[in-house]
């Protein structure tokens, strides 16, 4: 059974940085590609960032230059480092794996639980 286990949400004062990490179990997912999503209170979920298999990245017009994505391909693991964080990035990040960047846009194929974060200005 495929399971994304989130950790790194918490409170953070607006400026501060966190970082997300989301681990896979249950299979491998060399060739996927990983992302985030998040969702804000009284707002639909959104696409923050993807990282494809061969590294390359793709990122929301909102976090770029503060957001920056990463996998480590042997640990089935993506990493989100959040600097400059901003209010505005309040919300429930969701990790998500998907086959493709098409399908991570679309419909990602896994997806984690969530988790909080909150920045406070």
């Known amino acids: 059974?495929?399971?994304l286990l989130e950790s790194g949400g918490g409170l953070v004062q607006a400026g501060g940085s966190l970082r997300l990490s989301c681990a896979a179990s249950g299979r491998t997912f060399t060739t996927y590609t990983m992302g985030w999503f998040r969702q804000a209170?009284?707002?639909e979920r959104e696409f923050v960032a993807a990282i494809a298999w061969r590294a390359i990245t793709y990122y929301a017009d909102s976090v770029k230059g503060r957001f920056t994505i990463s996998r480590d391909i042997a640990k089935d693991t993506v990493y989100l480092q959040m600097d400059s964080l901003k209010p505005?990035?309040?919300?429930?990040?969701?990790c998500a794996f998907a086959s493709s960047i098409e399908?991570?846009?679309?419909?990602?194929d896994y997806w984690a639980q969530g988790t909080q974060v909150t920045v406070s200005s």
């Open 1 to 3: 059974q495929v399971q």
């Open 103 to 108: 399908t991570m846009r679309i419909r990602p």
């Open 88 to 94: 505005e990035d309040t919300a429930v990040y969701y």
């Open 41 to 43: 209170p009284g707002k």
